[in-house]
């Protein structure tokens, strides 16, 4: 929807389905509606790389935080694993250092590349940190690291402008147009069963929360 809260495009899917794939088709949608669109505001469903990509190709801002998987890694904070900038290498919290390491994902796929650093299991197996760290009679002890994308960089710089920032305050007016939906609209139950009875009884809804907001812009 735009700033003014009317409602430009909207895709009906199955409840296990994500949002954020279905951005392209929403902003083609808003956009042969005669949409301006220049920036694009929603949580953090819609910044995965695919649409940094697809937005960055049209010259489209889209203020939405990264994953915090994606921004922080995957590692929690008590994580003592070190980095050997000379060696290139992991250490572990016990002083080891990892003994290979292999990149894995493809540059291009739509996935973050991740690191994964190998360790020697003898010493693993003898160490006096092992509880918790290594997997009795496991084979293997691997370490790995996301690596972000050049669009995921850019997008962690974007979020720290003030652009952004005064921008993400408008993100209120989407949850607050959903609840008027739900709880105004009855769209928070499905009236009948089915994909597109749930798309009819959305049309009718978008519909008259649309006509409301016109008229109020009017008067």
């Known amino acids: 929807m735009t700033e003014e809260r009317i409602i430009t495009a909207a895709v009906v899917t199955s409840a296990e389905k994500g949002d954020g794939p279905e951005l392209s088709e929403l902003l083609e949608i808003s956009q042969e509606n005669g949409i301006e669109v220049d920036t694009i505001i929603g949580d953090a469903a819609y910044s995965g790389k695919d649409n940094l990509k697809m937005a960055g190709e049209q010259e489209i801002k ?30 572990c919290p016990a ?11 493809k540059k291009d796929d739509g996935c973050n590349q ?15 940190l092992k509880n918790g760290c290594y997997k009795p009679d496991s084979k293997t002890k691997t370490y790995s690291v996301s690596i972000k994308s050049d669009k995921h960089l ?7 402008t003030e652009y952004f ?34 798309q009819m009884q959305g049309a009718m ?12 812009l009017m008067n």
Not at 95 to 105: D, E, T, V
Not at 114 to 128: A, L
Not at 154 to 160: A, D, G, I, K
């Open 62 to 91: 889209i203020v939405a935080k990264l994953n915090p998987s994606i921004a922080q890694g995957h590692r929690k904070q008590e994580d003592t694993f070190g980095y050997n900038k000379d060696a290139g290498m992991f250490v």
């Open 205 to 216: 809804a978008i519909f008259a929360v649309n006509v409301k907001r016109i008229i109020k």
């Open 165 to 198: 920032k005064e921008k993400a305050k408008h993100r209120y007016k989407i949850e607050a147009k959903n609840s008027e939906l739900k709880n105004v609209h009855g769209y928070g139950r499905a009236a009948s069963y089915g994909i597109a009875n749930m």
């Open 95 to 105: 002083g080891h250092m990892a003994i290979r390491k292999a990149r894995q994902g």
């Open 154 to 160: 850019e997008q962690m710089e974007f979020q720290q």
């Open 114 to 128: 991740v690191d994964t650093y190998y360790f020697d299991v003898e010493k693993c197996k003898t160490c006096t």
